[in-house]
Each structure stands twice: as structure tokens, then as C-alpha cells.
């Protein structure tokens, strides 16, 4: 599929917030199961008057809603009306420094005044375009830094930002959590660990608590994991969580932290600048205990090693047999993907795009399978004796276990990337389906579905249309682990209506109905089906 036309770069264009619900032109038949709401985030802003916002995580959020109801679909949208929003919107101009973006600083504050400003935290993004997820009874915008924001899922209405650093030692949180079915909830970040030196916290979040009280309030730390270099934190976006075990795997994309202080202090820098590669570091695979008792985990202190990867994105892990299955969508070497995401890059022409895109990691959707009985006596052989995988894991003279993956799926400069499963039936257990957005020289513009069993794929895909993350929900009654319906969120720019909600059959791929709205959608990146 090409795209000389260059549609995309309708994706990442501003948009007004929308001032009521529109009603969306139905074909197809709405299943009768859908009776909730799909919400979704991602940047809506590309530019404060007159100063752009310059990476793809760098627009204002904005909050997505299709909302199901008799068979009817309306679609609604609104800013979140988070510090960084605000405060632009309010002085015409980028106040708050962004990913990529840096905020020219308030002229009556002088170096010093700055740089402890930023020491104390106070300037960091609250801009939470990631992702949302439930807390206890409440639901929260996010993105990877210690503020989430609190919304209200029916008006779309800004409540609250809560910074997480006032009941957790974490310098900031992925925006990809683990939910346990009672409503738990683990996450990881940054901290400063023991004799200042950094280390990552799995966060655990207790479900609704019965006296009503706030389940952030009882945050706990379950356990640490090492840093591989004292100030060089690994950038962190996911990690893997199956029923006894968390995995972590820490890449050689690192945060230099005294970098970041000293660049913020002296010129204009951004986190981006901020960001290096250890070319020589490889990639470390950690794994703990989730729970040893009184909510405790244990790290295990066993040092896998594998080649260098970037990773965003767990599919999913699980326990077989004495291993850890660890799915993970990955780009192969060390340079960071997120280098290839200026604005600047994905809205040129198609020629440029797929350019850049030759430049760029390669994807590649891989299987580690981590041995948890090991003996040092078993140097050089393979310790993995799973029947159904071609991954090893083999202990070298040093005792470091070295794993070489499976290939599940890969193709040139085309992603499987922003996965899904049917995560409320198997996540954390053995599975057979993922579902992705499918990257072309990074530009989306198909769903795939991936059995991870026999590598066989299915693809839905029409021309000039740019989805976005499948989300999996289940019928109701159904047996098999894909019965069910994939929600993806669709710009057409060339069609009559823009945009629209896709519904597709999770077992062939096949269009099931879509909702189409007369209002240009951009670029989203996750979210969740509300029943």
C-alpha cells in the first residue's frame, strides 16, 4: 500500500473541540452487546499562535468518545483542560516544555529561578495524551510523567490533577498499566533508588476501596528493580506482568539526567535532547516475584542479556511449564524510534516518509522465552525445552543467560505496533491472538491480526483510510478467545465524512458496521473500551 496522495498529514492538523455530541451515519448493524463508550487520546493542538509544537507527543490532548447506545452511535471530543492547556491557551504561546518542544522561559525569571524551578519538579508536562485507564472508580488521562489528570468519562470534563510523587517514590509512571480483574493496579517508573542512585518501582494500587476513600492514597511500592547504569535510567514505556511473575527489560535508550538538569538550566532543550543510546549495553531482561506475601514481590537477581532493542510495547506474557513467555513488539538496535517521530518527518511527502523510514530501526514482533529454574553448571546449552518455540536462552562462563528470540512476525519497515488482546480472559495466560495497528514506514494504515501460535496474519486495510489501535471487546457469550469485535477509530480525509469508528469481526477481520462523523479526528494513540 503507497500513499503518494500524503492524506496522513491530515492526522496531525489542529481541531476544535466539539461543543455537544454528533450524531454518526450507521452502516452495518451495531451489535447489541455495544452499550458503552470507546475513549481515546491523543494530541489535538499542533500549535500555540504562533509557535508549533514540534514532536508527535507534544500537541495538547485532546479526549475522544463514541458513545453505543440501541443501535445508535455519537461521537464527542474535548481538550483536556490539563496546566500545560490551559496556560497556552491562556498566553498564546507554549508555556509548559513538551516532549520535543521547548518553552521559552517566562523573561521576568532568571537562569537560576528556572533551574530550580524545574529541580522542584514544578514545570514538568501534565499533558496527558497517552492513554486513560480506571482507578478504583475513577478514570484518569495520562501520559509517562508523575501528573495524571482525572476526568469524567460522560461530560469529558477536566477534575482533577493528581501528582503521584506525593504518595510514591517514582519520578513518573508508563501510561501502560496492568489491571488485575478486581480492579489492581501496576504500573512502573523512574525512581531514586538506594544511595542515589536510580532504580524502577512497580507501583501497586489497591481496587475500590469500601470507605469510599481514594485507592491512589494507599499506593504501595512491591518491588524494585536495578538500574544498569547509577544516573542513566533506560526510558520505560510498558512492561509485562503475568500471574506470579513481572518482567521488565530495560533497553539502551537512556535519560541523562545530569544532561537534562544542566540543559534545562543553561539553553532551551527538551527531553528529547536529553535521551542517548549505550551502544554497548545491549538489552537486560529482569524479572520478580509479584507477590511473596503481604503484597511484597521479590526480585530475582538472574542477568538475561539479549541484543539491543527498542520496546514500547508488551503484547503479552505467561507462565509455561518453568519459563516466562514474554511477546513484545520490538525495533532492532539501539538508535531511539522516537528520533523518527518529529512532526516534520511524518507530515512529508510519501518519497521523504519512506526515506527516513529506511534510516529508522526495523520493527519486529518477538517472543523471549526466561528460564526461572537455572543452575550455573549448564553453561552452553539451551535451557529452554518448550516444544512449540525456536527461543533460547543459554548461560555463558560469566553466568549472564543470554536469549535469542522467536520471530513472530516481521516484515520490512512494516510494524505490528499499538497491540491488543483479548486481555480481560487471557491476559497474563497462555494466549493465540494479538491485534495491531500496522505501521507502513510509520505511517497507519491497516489492523492486523496475528495468531502467535502458527504466525498466520489477517489483515483489514482500504485505501487513503489511516486507523488507529484495535480495541478488543468481548461478546458476551462467546466461547473462543477471538468472538468478539475489534473498535479502531478511522480518518478517510479524501471521503465525504472524515472520520469514522470502525467495527470489525475479531475472527476474520470482516466489517461488521462503521459510525461515520462529519468532523476531522487526528491522531490517536490508546484507550479504552467503557461498558
Known amino acids: 500500500m503507497y500513499h503518494p496522495a500524503g492524506g496522513y498529514k491530515k492526522i496531525f492538523e489542529t481541531v476544535e473541540e466539539l461543543s455537544e ?62 496546566d500545560a492547556y490551559v496556560r497556552a491557551i491562556t498566553e498564546k504561546r507554549v508555556v509548559i516544555t513538551e516532549f520535543g518542544t521547548f518553552a521559552y522561559p517566562d523573561p521576568c525569571k532568571n537562569i537560576f529561578s528556572r533551574f530550580f524551578t524545574y529541580f522542584k519538579g514544578v514545570e514538568v508536562t501534565d499533558n496527558c495524551l497517552v492513554n486513560v485507564y480506571p482507578i478504583g472508580e475513577d478514570y484518569y488521562a495520562v501520559t509517562e510523567t508523575n501528573y495524571i489528570t482525572k476526568v ?20 513518573g509512571v508508563t501510561a ?56 542513566k535510567p533506560s526510558y520505560v514505556h510498558s512492561f509485562g506482568m503475568s500471574e506470579n511473575y513481572f518482567v521488565f527489560v530495560e533497553t539502551p535508550v537512556k535519560i541523562n539526567l545530569l544532561k537534562f538538569l544542566s540543559a534545562w538550566s543553561i539553553r532551551g532543550s527538551n527531553y528529547m535532547d536529553c535521551f542517548e543510546s ?13 507477590d511473596i506475601g503481604g503484597g511484597q514481590g521479590e526480585y530475582i537477581d538472574h542477568k538475561f542479556r539479549a541484543a539491543p532493542i527498542n520496546l514500547f510495547h508488551h503484547i503479552n506474557t505467561y507462565e509455561d511449564n518453568g519459563f516466562i513467555v514474554a511477546d513484545v513488539c520490538t525495533w532492532k538496535g539501539f538508535e531511539f524510534v522516537y528520533n523518527y ?3 516534520a518527518n511524518l507530515r512529508s511527502n510519501w518519497e521523504e516518509v519512506k526515506k527516513a523510514a529506511m534510516m529508522a530501526p526495523q520493527p519486529e514482533v ?41 520471530v513472530l512476525f516481521s516484515g520490512p519497515r512494516q510494524a505490528f505496533e499499538f497491540p491488543q488482546i483479548n486481555y480481560e480472559k487471557h491476559g497474563g495466560k497462555n494466549y493465540t491472538y494479538a491485534y495491531a495497528l500496522g505501521l507502513n514506514h510509520f505511517i497507519p494504515d491497516r489492523i492486523i491480526k496475528l ?72 491522531v490517536t494513540f490508546h484507550g479504552m473500551y467503557k461498558k
Open 21 to 82: 455530541p454528533v450524531p454518526a451515519t450507521v452502516t452495518g448493524r451495531i451489535p447489541s452487546f455495544l452499550k458503552g463508550s470507546l475513549l481515546r487520546l491523543g494530541p489535538g493542538l499542533f500549535e500555540v499562535g504562533d509557535e508549533p509544537f514540534y514532536h508527535l507527543f507534544d500537541g495538547q490532548a485532546l479526549m475522544h468518545k463514541f458513545d453505543f447506545k440501541n443501535g445508535q452511535v455519537t461521537y464527542f471530543n474535548k481538550y483536556v483542560k490539563t
Open 366 to 406: 518477538r517472543r523471549y522465552v526466561i528460564p526461572l529454574d537455572i543452575h550455573r553448571e549448564e553453561q552452553g546449552k539451551n535451557l529452554i525445552c518448550l516444544p512449540y518455540t525456536t527461543a533460547t536462552a543459554v548461560m555463558r562462563t560469566d553466568g549472564t543467560i543470554w536469549l535469542e528470540p522467536e
Open 341 to 343: 517521530l518529529w512532526l
Open 152 to 171: 469524567n468519562t460522560d461530560t469529558l470534563d477536566t477534575l482533577k490533577k493528581v501528582d503521584l510523587c506525593n504518595y510514591v517514590n517514582i519520578n
Open 451 to 522: 495468531n502467535v501460535k502458527t504466525k498466520e496474519t489477517w489483515v483489514w486495510q482500504e485505501p487513503d483510510s489511516y486507523p488507529s489501535e484495535p480495541l478488543f471487546v468481548q461478546t458476551p457469550d462467546g466461547v473462543d478467545e477471538d468472538d468478539g469485535v475489534l473498535l479502531t477509530v478511522v480518518v478517510s480525509p479524501g471521503a465525504q465524512k472524515s472520520g469514522y469508528m470502525l467495527i470489525l469481526n475479531a475472527k476474520d477481520m470482516s466489517e461488521i458496521a462503521r459510525a461515520e462523523v462529519d468532523c476531522p479526528i487526528p
Open 278 to 290: 549505550n551502544e554497548v549495553l545491549g538489552t537486560l531482561f529482569h524479572i520478580a516475584r509479584k
Open 176 to 231: 501502560h498499566p496492568h489491571i488485575e480483574r478486581d480492579g489492581t493496579v501496576f504500573n512502573i517508573g523512574n525512581c531514586m533508588g538506594k544511595g542515589a542512585s536510580l532504580a524502577y518501582n512497580v507501583v501497586r494500587i489497591p481496587p475500590t476501596q469500601k470507605d469510599k476513600s481514594d485507592p491512589i492514597e494507599k499506593s504501595k511500592v512491591v518491588v524494585q528493580f536495578p538500574s544498569a547504569e547509577r544516573f
